[in-house]
């Protein structure tokens, strides 16, 4: 069971674009097949719906889509795509900081963008979260609609 749960995180994070080189996988599935994969869930974070905020297996966080909702009040933060993005990412940094995580444990995130062409000024305020060096994997597409009508999404993979 074991066995066939690390598997499929490696594959998840392999189909995610993070791509460890041999000796990493076999290390990764060393320390995971050692945790006995426990599972738990994050929950103190807001969602809009019947979702963790974050799910901890063995060492992997996976971080679920990230909106710009303000933690106080839970209403989107409705501004232009830097606003939002900065929103985005500092609710990203409460669920990873939660879990014990931070931003140099992620290894890979999605991006979802209303607009495409909000792109660049999107990369402009994601790359701050990051250190130079160890920028995540990452996948951003646009999408068609995203809950309550927010500009950007993001969601993450994160290990340690």
Known sequence: MRTNAVTALLCLLALAGCGPGEDRVREIAREELGTGLQRSAILNANTVGPYSPAQKVGGFLFVSGQIALDPATGDL??????????????????????????????????????????????????????????????VTVQVAALPRGANVEISAIAYK
Not at 128 to 133: K, P, R, S, V
């Open 77 to 138: 933060v409705k501004s232009d795509i830097e606003g939002e993005t900065k929103q985005v990412l500092e609710n990203l940094m409460g669920v990873l900081r939660s879990a014990g995580y931070d931003s140099s444990n992620v290894v890979s995130t999605t991006v979802y963008l209303q607009n495409i062409a909000d792109y660049t000024r999107m990369n402009n305020i994601y790359g701050g979260y990051f250190a130079d060096g160890n920028y995540p994997a990452r």
